[in-house]
């Protein structure tokens, strides 16, 4: 275990200490450590790498076909008081490609959240999940509570995430049969999504359809169309089809640990009536509505989102592991039937 995960383990005193012998100081940012690996349970090698210090660590989780782009703001702001873990999927970026090419389901991305967490030292974290994230953050919490403090969801749907896409059935009804496509003819696939993608004409596309111009540099989709041209179109489909079968819906009501949802206002990929629904269905939660924003909200408002996140954790999450540490015994001695209750209250911030 490196240098950060045992200051991770051993807890906030240790980790600033930790900062302070690398040359940093709280609220200032870490630069990026060397690329880590950890490795699934299927041999699958899996990238991630973190960066600053302090608890609760803070693990950014991406969306099907990125690697990272949407945390580019984000991220440095966390890491000033947080340590932050970030992650590729397997076949994403700088990650491997499936040991085994069965296992590129939604059920195996959180197999690797896993792998990365015991890679990264943490026991438990806060997992924040942007797009496919979001489904892969609450599928964590529903297999293993006890590895999740807390929950960020960005612009992210609780399952079958293609039935509303632009709100509308046509994607719902026209991915069978372009999954069928990539299927039949992968190279003539890849070869279209190596040379369209990266392509002007999409860039043109996502700015006057997808994002909000006047606030998202050109650099972030370049970046976010080149990660994309990256993946091989069948593990795409293939992801995608096993997050457009899942479904959290059913046990939002479960959730029992702080948690902060977060939206724009304008998002087609996940309509904004998806986050209120999560928010009215987790006990407790939190909702952030971007004005104006769209499925890339953090890079269109990155101070708001980074001003919002980072008064939760301050609020709610550290607040929470108090209470936590006060009680331990209390904590331990509960039976576990009653463990997974819901709060009684379910009062909301204004």
């Known amino acids: 275990m490196d240098a950060h995960a045992r200051a991770a383990r051993q807890g906030p005193a240790a980790s600033h200490a930790g900062a302070a012998a690398a040359g940093t100081t709280h609220g200032e940012p870490m630069e990026r450590t060397e690329p880590q690996q950890a490795i699934a349970r299927d041999g699958t090698r899996l990238h991630w790498t973190h960066r600053g210090s302090g608890e609760p660590a803070v693990v950014l989780t991406d969306g099907i076909g990125c690697a990272g782009y949407v945390w580019r703001a984000l991220e440095p702001a966390l890491a000033g008081r947080h340590r932050t873990v970030h992650w590729n999927y397997r076949g994403h970026g700088r990650s ?34 942007h797009s496919m994230g979001v489904q892969v953050a609450l599928e964590l919490y529903r297999r293993a509570p006890e590895r999740v403090q807390a929950l960020v969801l960005v612009c992210g749907a609780p399952g079958r995430p293609i039935d509303t896409f632009h709100d509308s059935p046509v994607l719902r009804l026209a991915f069978p049969f ?64 096993s997050a457009a079968e899942h479904d959290c819906l059913p046990h939002l009501h479960e959730v029992e640990v702080p948690t902060l949802v977060v939206a724009g206002e304008r998002d087609s990929f996940t309509p904004l009536r998806l986050s209120e629904r999560m928010h009215s269905e987790i006990p407790g939660s939190e909702l952030l509505v971007v004005p104006g924003g769209t499925h890339v909200a953090p890079l269109e408002a990155p101070d708001l989102v980074a001003e919002r996140v980072l008064a939760f954790l301050e609020a709610r999450v550290a607040a929470a592991r108090s209470r936590k540490r006060e009680s331990p015994a209390s904590k331990r001695s509960r039976p576990a039937a009653t463990r997974r209750r819901r709060p009684a209250t379910t009062r909301r911030p204004e």
Not at 204 to 232: G, I, K, N
């Open 96 to 129: 491997g490609p499936p040991a085994d090419p069965a296992r590129v389901g939604l059920e195996d991305c959180v197999d690797d959240l896993l792998a990365v967490l015991d890679a990264a030292g943490e026991r438990a974290a806060v997992i924040a999940g």
């Open 178 to 241: 372009a999954r069928a496509l990539v299927e039949r003819f992968p190279e003539a696939v890849r070869t279209g999504f190596r040379v369209l993608l990266p392509s002007e004409l999409a860039m043109q596309y996502a700015l006057q359809f997808e994002v909000d111009r006047t606030r998202v540099e050109r650099a972030d989709l370049t970046r976010y169309f080149d990660d994309l041209s990256r993946v091989e179109p069948t593990l795409f489909v293939r992801m995608l089809a």
